[in-house]
């Protein structure tokens, strides 16, 4: 079974500059979750999509990211303009398959981010 | 979702020691919670997972405990080796990660 795939793998960006991640989740997981993860923390949860609604955004910061699962399967993560502060690695993860609860979320590799 | 953290930030043992990484939780209503290995460069890996349920369930050379009176959760690795070296993450049904703790086995 093929697992999570992001793309890209890293990017270096100026501030104020836009940038876009790609997930493709494990093919029948309808839950995608998109984390940030800033270098000795723990993943911070953006954004859990179930098919292509939200069902917690509550910790993205909405003023400067965007993310969105048009078909309920592949999911853009989008950062407008980038701040200094945005330097992490982003995961992707779902869960699955169909809709169901409490059960693991399996995670792609990151996409490592630097502004500059 | 509420704060899911853990006691110590690092921890250290001996190559064949049994090794115990704790987490505190806050929300009481969380019914499911899931361990994760993360090492360097990768993404979090499933270790394994718990309901409120149990409280104890166990897996190859990894147990987890839930206390749910105090909200507390432990992971027990059985004679740790050297690529058991990782940070560790519990996560509650949100899927919302604590801080971590660093494991490192030493030779």
């Known amino acids: 079974e093929a697992g999570v795939a992001q793309s890209p793998r890293y990017k270096i960006i100026e501030k104020r500059q836009s940038v876009a991640f790609w997930c493709n989740p494990i093919?029948?997981?309808?839950?995608l979750y998109w984390y940030q993860q800033i270098l000795g923390q723990g993943p911070k949860l953006l954004i859990q999509f179930q098919n292509n609604g939200v069902v917690d955004d509550s910790q993205l910061p909405k003023d400067r990211f965007s993310a969105e699962r048009l078909k309920g399967v592949d999911s853009t993560l989008k950062i407008q303009p980038a701040k200094l502060e945005d330097s992490a690695v982003y995961l992707c993860?779902?869960?699955?398959?169909?809709?169901?609860?409490?059960?693991?979320?399996?995670f792609g590799q990151g996409t490592r981010l630097t502004v500059v | 979702g509420e704060n899911v953290g853990l006691h110590l930030p690092t921890l250290s043992v001996q190559e064949g020691d049994n090794s115990i990484i704790n987490c505190a939780y806050s929300?009481?209503?969380?019914?499911?919670f899931i361990w994760y290995k993360q090492e360097s460069g990768k993404g979090p890996q499933f270790i394994i997972d718990?309901?409120?349920?149990?409280d104890k369930r166990q897996g190859q050379r990894v147990t987890v405990l839930l206390n749910k009176t105090v909200k507390h959760l432990s992971l027990q690795i059985a004679a740790t080796q050297p690529g058991d070296s990782a940070v560790y993450f519990c996560a509650e049904n949100d899927m919302r990660f604590g801080a971590g703790t660093r494991l490192t086995v030493k030779p």
């Open positions: 929300n009481s209503a969380s019914d499911y």
């Open positions: 993860a779902s869960s699955g398959p169909g809709i169901r609860m409490n059960t693991e979320a399996f």
């Open positions: 718990i309901r409120s349920n149990m």
């Open positions: 093919s029948g997981h309808a839950t």
